[in-house]
């Protein structure tokens, strides 16, 4: 896409559309909020109070922002907010709290609880859209990184740890619902000689062309998982372990040869399928279907094997004994280097404000006090992983200079937050920034947007470590 400014023509990849809940009691403020996102292309979901907020922030496909008012009937801001972190997701919603301007007290306690950023009230329109904007950019990075660390690079399937939540969570609902969960573990016959004969390259063809294969025979609700080298895990919900559904598979497979290349190669399955009911730990489904899966192998593979479970064989769900499932939780950021900042500010109190609050964030910073010293940085290529720069230096407009910053392509990229007089947050992203702070300083608004950035660089550096890995493997000799 490219974005018109007064200082010229960039190149900027422009975030999709996002579905934003606006809870807000106030009709005029609420009508207000919600004609400006919709003027701008945002799907618009409005709830009155707290209580409708949450019951909508938990159905699937969940708006990916939520504008919370702080005070709400039946449930106020701080509440939802809390309530929402409390649930378990790979892809937390975005939470921007709305505050009476000066309420300083509730907005440290929102983001205590939680809440990535704030708006005063009665809101800027601009600030307001900018704000958003900041709020789509790494609503979008956490999507990418849920997903690098929910999917199988290869197959583009469910990852082993994905596929064990999975059935968890089905386990779960089985026993809300007083049904029971199907499960089977595939494992690709002879695959070795796959490998063998096709190189693991072709290999890899063939794992791929297997996943698309199971996924043709499944139900909606069934999901398919990698759960390690050849072997495929299957949770289907409501299904027993001997109906068709897995045998509709095996013959799927085996129907025809698959291509790998310009050559072609015969390929069957064996699968060891199990049932278990709520009271069941996914442990034991595991294990009884990994039982039946071995007794297809003996049996001349090519085939489907049932084990069932008695209905006391499981460990409470709720314990986790004995579960690998249960200890499995949402992808986690590892701990990172110490973070570097470069500010450039020149204004000695301003800039003293933001060194002693990114220092509380763990961040160390290094200080310019001119243009100058950021043209060396960067004609060295010397760039930290954040930079907090004024709008406006001696001698250089920091909106040309975080142009130029984006134009070195460096990877990853600093997170660049721009310090904007009124009227220059819109410039600032479109030159580039990640973020902008507005004078005068707030220390809630460094507050919050010191964590932001903290949060981006940590997605940033584990994206970079996945997109290694995917490298590496790509170099390598070949899957399993």
Request: hydrophobic share 40%; charged share 25%; with cysteine.
């Amino acid at each position: 896409m490219r974005i018109e400014t007064k200082r010229g023509n960039i190149d900027r990849n422009a975030e999709p559309d996002m579905r934003i809940l606006i809870a807000e009691d106030d009709p005029t403020s609420r009508k207000l909020l919600a004609a400006v996102l919709e003027k701008s292309g945002h799907e618009v979901v409005l709830s009155s109070n707290g209580a409708e907020a949450l019951e909508a922030a938990r159905q699937p496909g969940a708006p990916r922002l939520l504008i919370l008012d702080w005070m709400m009937p039946e449930m106020d801001g701080f509440e939802v907010c809390r309530q929402v972190r409390a649930m378990e997701s790979d892809d937390p919603p975005y939470i921007m709290l709305l505050t009476a301007l000066g309420d300083e007290e509730h907005l440290v306690a929102g983001l205590n609880e939680g809440a990535d950023d704030y708006i005063t009230k009665p809101f800027k329109t601009k600030e307001l859209l900018a704000r958003v904007e900041v709020a789509s950019r790494i609503v979008a990075l956490q999507t990418r990184l849920a997903q690098e660390a929910s999917v199988d690079s290869l197959t583009g399937v469910a990852n082993r740890a994905s596929i064990l939540r999975t059935l968890e969570r089905e386990l779960a609902c089985a026993r809300r619902t007083n049904s029971q969960v199907g499960l089977a573990i595939l494992d690709i016959d002879f695959f070795k000689n796959v490998n063998d004969t096709l190189g693991h390259a072709g290999g890899d063809e063939v794992l791929r062309e297997f996943a698309i294969r199971c996924a043709q025979t499944l139900r909606m609700r069934d999901a398919l998982g990698r759960y390690g080298g050849e072997e495929f895990l299957i949770v289907a919900p409501g299904y027993n372990a001997n109906g068709p559904l897995w045998e509709r598979i095996r013959e799927h497979v085996a129907a025809t040869p698959f291509s790998a290349g310009t050559s072609q190669i015969q390929v069957t399955v064996s699968v060891g399928a199990s049932c278990g009911l709520w009271s069941d730990s996914p442990q034991a489904l595991i294990e009884a279907a990994d039982k039946a899966l071995y007794c297809a192998k003996r049996n001349g593979r090519n085939r489907v094997e049932h084990e069932l479970l008695r209905e006391e064989s499981g460990a409470d769900l709720d314990s986790g004994a004995g579960s690998e499932v249960a200890k499995v939780g949402p992808p986690k950021l590892r701990p990172r280097a110490i973070p570097r900042a470069l500010i450039a500010e020149e204004e000695g109190i301003s800039r003293n404000i933001l060194e002693g609050m990114l220092g509380k964030f763990g961040f160390q910073t290094a200080i310019v006090n001119s243009g100058t010293e950021i043209e060396k940085a960067l004609q060295n290529r010397d760039l930290p992983t954040a930079v907090f720069m004024a709008c406006q230096l001696s001698g250089l407009d920091g909106l040309e200079t975080c142009e130029a910053i984006r134009a070195l392509n460096i990877e990853p990229p600093p997170f660049i937050v721009m310090l904007c007089e009124s009227g220059q947050a819109t410039d600032a992203l479109d030159a580039g920034a990640n973020d902008f702070i507005m004078r005068p300083y707030q220390l809630d608004e460094i507050r919050a947007r010191a964590g932001v950035a903290l949060h981006i660089l940590e997605i940033q550096a584990h994206l970079a470590e996945k997109d290694d890995e995917l490298r590496r493997a790509h170099d390598g000799p070949g899957g399993v």
